[in-house]
Each structure stands twice: as C-alpha cells, then as structure tokens.
C-alpha cells in the first residue's frame, strides 16, 4: 500500500484555488454529510471549538467515509490544533499527524523561529522532530502503508496563521521559512492587535490583510483567509488568496434555523454573522 497523497498540498503548490469549508460543531456526523458537499477542504477546529484528539479522529474517519462515498466530490481535511510551538505543541501536532492528519493549520505564529519550530514538528527526522511511532498511527494504517515513514514528510502540508501585528511585521521571513506550505491570516485576531478589536473591516485592518496576501505570494506560499461574506470573499479570491473558507457551519446552521422560524413567528431575530 501507497502513502496517501495529499491533494490539498498538490493544489497549492500548483497555485489552484482551494474553496473551503469551517467545521466547528466537533460532531463526526455533520462533519461525514460536510464532507460529501463539496467543498475542497473543511477546516476542523480545534483552537476555538470543542474539539480533543478522540473527537477530532471521529471527524477524520467521517471525512474518509464520504471520501468513500464520494470519490472526487469530498474535501480534504484540514485540521487546526490548539498549538504549535513549544515542547508542548511539538508533542500535539505529533499526534494530530499520527491519527492521520495530513494538513495542520497552526495559530499564533509570530516569528519565523516559531514557523521553523512548526515545520520540523511535522517532520520526520532528520529534516525535522517528528517522534518515530508508525506500527501506532492511524497515519501509517498501523504499518500497512510500509514506505510511511520515508513518504510522509513530502505529503504533510504546513499551514500557519499570522494574525498579530508583530507576525505581519515578521511576515515576510515566515512566508520564507522551508517547510511552510501556506500562510492563513486571521481577521479577526489581527484586527484585536490592530487595535481594532471587533472591526475586520476597518481600512488599516484590509490593507494590511491585501499587502500579507501579496507578501506571501511573492515569497511563493499559498494566502488563506476566512471570510463568511461573499464580497469579503470574492475581494480576498481577487487578490490572490488560494485557500479560502466561505463559511462557518454553527453560523449556517444558526442562520438557516433562525430563517425557517421567520417564515412561522413574527419578530425573530435575524442571524448576525462576523462579516470577516
């Protein structure tokens, strides 16, 4: 048996744009009837949604499921950790890849030491610092896969979030760093340390997120961003993001529920979004 391929990390490096999808219900069901949509790539949350590594491996099984199911029309999986850096977030992501992650989206990445750190956390040695338990993983299919360890670092794909001033200040050495595949920018968290907290939308904050979406495309990465508005979306498509979530699943459930009781009772509120 072949080492899996990673089509999400083929797409970008090819420079073909990824429509995705945020998961943040932590529920292996609605994560499998996701995951048959559509969508190139669902992010699963584990930074801000309840999400550990048992339920996140449900999710990933669910995601296999309708890869199953589907063939072609399924998305990949992209999963968030809690962190990255530090001997903590080494030890994290090394079990986030072993449960069979093949894409990690890593928050809070600041400096290009840091986005260094990240890189070899997903790596087998002696290009990185991956701890070697393959007959363990899910990854490896428990050693089925016999050629796992010496595959595996050229399917793994590394994705880490900007979203401070100072990682926009440092943006151009991580975009740079060996090993990183993309570069997400977060809004949200960026407008905070703008001095914008709640605003995403105020001009500094989108001039900022369209020279990172330049910056990072000139240092020859893959630009992500979330943006639950069309406008918003399209803008950040136009300018070159190759990764691009177009929606949140707790909003859409959120909304589509709140819609369906406006149709029966007067005086219901309307759903608000972030408008990233």
């Known amino acids: ?16 744009t990824q429509i995705g999808l945020w998961a943040a219900l932590a ?4 994560t499998e009837l996701l995951a048959g949509i559509g969508y190139d790539w669902l992010l699963l949350d584990g930074e801000h949604a309840p999400n550990d590594l048992r339920s ?3 999710q990933l099984q669910g995601v296999a499921s309708a ?30 890849l072993d449960i069979g992650a093949q894409t990690l989206l890593v928050p809070m990445v600041d ?19 991956r701890g070697m338990g393959s007959s363990l993983a899910r990854s490896a299919r428990w050693n089925a896969h016999p050629r796992y360890v010496h595959e595996a670092n050229g399917q793994v794909c590394v994705l880490v979030q900007a979203e401070t001033a100072l990682a926009m200040r440092h943006l151009d050495a991580i975009a740079a760093t060996p090993g990183v595949d993309g570069v997400f920018i977060g809004p949200a968290d960026l407008s905070a340390s703008m001095g914008h907290p709640g605003n995403a939308a105020h001009p500094d904050v989108q001039a900022a997120i369209e020279q990172g979406i330049a910056r990072i495309l000139k240092a020859g990465k893959a630009p992500g961003i979330l943006a639950t508005s069309e406008p918003r979306a399209r803008k950040w498509l136009a300018a070159g993001a190759l990764f691009v979530a177009v929606g949140i699943d707790t909003a859409l459930l959120a909304s589509g529920a709140q819609a369906l009781l406006g149709q029966f009772k007067e005086g219901t509120a309307a759903a608000s979004g972030a408008g990233y």
């Open 1 to 16: 048996m072949k080492t899996p391929h990673n089509p999400f990390k083929q797409a970008l490096a090819e420079g073909r």
């Open 27 to 30: 529920s292996p069901y609605s």
């Open 56 to 58: 996140t491996l449900g």
């Open 67 to 96: 890869q199953h199911a589907f063939g072609d029309a399924r998305s990949h999986p992209v999963v968030r950790v809690p962190l990255g850096t530090g001997e903590a977030g080494t030890a994290l992501i090394k079990q986030y």
């Open 111 to 129: 400096t290009p030491e840091q986005a260094a750190q990240v890189a070899a956390a997903c790596r087998y040695p002696p290009a990185g610092v």
